[in-house]
């Protein structure tokens, strides 16, 4: 007699079978779709959750390039779609010139074909990508379920918003960082709280009262929006154990303890200059008595007025080691190996991740920022997350905080959404 074959017992993640799902296969989620905007800064964070939510397998991704150079210079204030139509228009006025150089005779000016064999329209320049998205989402929902899509960046809302529309049965949409648009386009939006600055007393006395209504965001945040405390991100306990044992020979026989330095650049909410760098190297040759070693990482963007004193200063130090930028890059050695963490005040992202590992981050330069900038420094320091780095600091004392645990929150929030919905993700 053949045995008969019974279903794998049911596991403790999922709680039963798939087959047994309440609602079939088509209600597990088994797949992600990422949309970016190019910036590394963005992507990193629709990834950090996509890991999250554990479909990090093989994710589907997505970018919106926005055209550069130019009037795009110029105008880039302006949505992308703006752009592309612009781009669209010039090139072909500019193709159609040169025809008409060519030739005197009009049968001899052939018409231009569109991108994608449309019109000018927006739907012919941006909607190439939903088009694709959304036919995939419905043709492939009954055998292989619905579709979680993750944007971030302003370029990616017109694209994540239309998806949605055209196939809010077969995808959940999250949007990541406050779309300066209406909310309900979105399942979820994932927004830092300091993007609803705009709405607390201290700041409606910095706005001029003919102004306020153009400040976004104009609402409090509704029930499907997540607020965070800093940026999404990819560092987990995980993450920073595989590269513990990936950087074990370059850093486990430093000289302890390791203060790594993480340099960012300039932003409009955060302006600095040479002056940052003076005073970061100040600050670091006075703790450098109590530093076992030190280890520099200059961002891409950091500007050379700015690295070109930390060289000057600190470049022929012992003790100090700054990053060139070449390949591999030590950024996650550095967040596993490292006892504490200075950072300059700009970037919430370098800021957030180092504050991921619950072990002492100073910031540098929080006086140059204003606005929602400055409201993230203040919520971490109220919260014992960062101090301020002044230069009178004993680098070897170790304080500690509970980690920041933002993605793996977002991650819950967006579970519990789809299990509302009646969906539930494959584990």
């Known amino acids: 007699m053949r045995p008969i074959l019974l279903p794998d017992p049911p596991s403790l993640s999922t709680g039963v079978p798939e087959i047994f799902e309440q609602g079939g296969a088509q209600n597990v989620v088994r797949r992600a779709v990422v949309i970016g905007n190019g910036f590394p800064g963005s992507d990193n964070q629709c990834i950090g959750l996509v890991r999250a939510l554990g479909l990090a397998e093989n994710p589907l991704l997505y970018r919106v390039t926005r055209p550069k150079g ?213 600050a670091l040759l006075s703790v450098l008595a109590t530093c076992g070693s030190v280890r520099i990482a200059l961002s891409y963007k950091t500007p050379e007025k700015v690295s070109r004193v930390i060289i000057k200063e600190l470049g022929d130090n012992p003790k100090v080691f700054i990053w060139n930028g070449e390949e591999p890059n030590p950024y996650m050695g550095h967040l596993a190996w490292g006892d504490a963490f200075v950072v300059t005040a700009d970037s919430v992202s370098l800021i957030s991740e180092a504050c991921s590992t619950g072990k002492p981050v100073y910031v540098v330069g929080a006086d140059h920022c204003k606005w929602k900038i400055a409201d993230f420094h203040k919520s971490l320091r109220e919260r014992g997350v960062i101090r301020s780095f002044a230069g009178f600091e004993d680098m070897s004392e170790s304080w500690s905080y509970p980690p920041l645990n933002d993605t793996a929150e977002a991650a819950t929030r967006v579970r519990a959404a789809l299990a509302a919905r009646g969906w539930s993700i494959r584990s």
């Open 70 to 282: 130019g009037i795009n210079e110029w105008l880039h204030w302006l949505p992308v779609g703006f752009h592309k139509k612009l781009e669209f228009i010039l090139r072909h006025i500019y193709l159609y010139s040169r025809l008409m150089l060519r030739s005197k005779q009009s049968k001899y000016i052939a018409s231009v074909p569109s991108e994608n064999g449309g019109g000018v329209g927006l739907s012919s320049i941006l909607e190439a990508d939903v088009k694709k998205i959304v036919t995939m989402a419905r043709g492939t929902y009954e055998k292989d379920g619905p579709l979680v899509v993750i944007a971030c960046g302003r370029d990616t809302v017109s694209i994540a918003s239309s998806i949605r529309r055209l196939a809010s049965e077969n995808v959940f949409v999250v949007q990541i960082q406050h779309p300066r648009s209406h909310l309900n386009r979105f399942d979820m939006v994932i927004t830092p709280r300091h993007d609803y600055y705009p709405l607390t007393p201290e700041a409606q006395e910095q706005i001029p009262r003919f102004l306020r209504r153009w400040i976004t965001p104009r609402e409090p945040p509704q029930d499907h929006v997540v607020l965070t405390t800093g940026a999404l991100h990819q560092i987990d306990y995980a993450s920073l154990r595989k590269s513990a044992s990936a950087w074990h020979d370059e850093f486990a026989a430093l000289p302890k303890p390791l203060v790594v330095v993480n340099i960012g650049w300039p932003r409009r909410n955060c302006r600095y200059g040479a002056d940052i760098a003076k005073q970061l190297t100040d």
